[in-house]
Nanobody
């Protein structure tokens, strides 16, 4: 599965952004999709995940502010981010997992995009 993210940018604290991830190739293999982020000097962390039944899970730090969704007709994954904070800054990646099980563990994902930068700063 080939993944390509878009929608990152510079936003002020309290602002919003919507990230998109276009999937192509053998998308039938994908049972779970996730958004991850990595700040400089930190490990990559799972922000949100969604399975093919639209079950979702979120990191505690983004619960209530971020919403993950998917459009199966266009093979596009989204991350709606509201009330952004400076600590949300980082490179955001989407990833695909080829077997069942909703998880935010990056080690369990098979295919990754190149990432899109999100910077929250005044």
């Amino acid at each position: 599965v080939h993944l390509e993210e878009s929608g990152g940018g510079l936003v002020q604290p309290g602002g919003s952004l919507r990230l998109s991830c276009a999937a192509s190739g053998d998308t039938s293999k994908s049972h779970c999709m996730g958004w991850f982020r990595q700040a400089p000097g930190k490990e990559r962390e799972g922000v949100a995940a969604i399975d093919r039944f639209d079950s979702t899970m979120y990191a505690d730090s983004v619960e209530g502010r971020f919403t993950i969704s998917q459009d199966s007709a266009t093979n596009t994954l989204y991350l709606e981010m509201n009330s952004l904070k400076p600590e949300d800054t980082g490179m955001y990646y989407c990833a695909s997992k080829n077997y069942f099980g909703l998880t935010r563990h990056p080690q369990l994902y098979n295919d990754w995009g190149q990432g899109t930068q999100v910077t929250v700063s005044s």
